[in-house]
Nanobody, 116 residues
C-alpha cells in the first residue's frame, strides 16, 4: 500500500506560480505518477503524467506552463505551475501506479484557486 498526500495549493493571482507536491509513504520511483484536476461541475482531467522512466506528457491546456518532476529520493512528485489562469482553478490530485488504465493510489487533493 502507498499513501499519497498533496500539499502546496493555495490562492494566487492570474500570472502567478505554485508548486504543489505529492508525498508518498514510500518510494514510488518505479511507478508512473499523474496529476489530475477537477473543477466544480466538470469531469476530472489528467493534466500531467510522468512514467517510471521519466517520460512526461501534458494536457494541451497546460503545455508550456506546467512541469511534472520527481525528487531524487523517489518519494515526492511536484507539479510546477507558472502563468496561472483563472481556468486552472480546481482541486488537484496526484495518483500513482497505473495498471490497465486505472490508477492504484490517489491522494486527497489540494485546492488551487487563481483569482484577482
Amino acid at each position: 500500500q502507498v499513501q499519497l498526500v498533496e500539499s502546496g495549493g493555495g490562492l494566487v493571482q492570474p500570472g502567478g506560480s505554485l508548486r504543489p507536491s505529492c508525498a508518498a509513504s514510500r518510494s514510488i520511483s518505479s511507478f508512473a505518477v499523474g496529476w489530475y484536476r477537477q473543477a466544480p461541475g466538470k469531469q476530472r482531467e489528467l493534466v500531467a503524467h510522468i512514467t517510471s522512466g521519466g517520460l512526461r506528457n501534458y494536457a494541451d491546456s497546460v503545455k508550456g506552463r506546467f512541469t511534472i518532476s520527481r525528487d531524487n529520493y523517489g518519494d515526492t512528485v511536484y507539479l510546477q505551475m507558472v502563468s496561472l489562469k483563472p481556468e486552472d482553478t480546481a482541486v488537484y490530485y496526484c495518483c500513482a501506479d497505473r495498471r490497465s488504465g486505472s490508477w492504484s493510489y490517489w491522494g486527497q487533493g489540494t485546492q488551487v484557486t487563481v483569482s484577482s
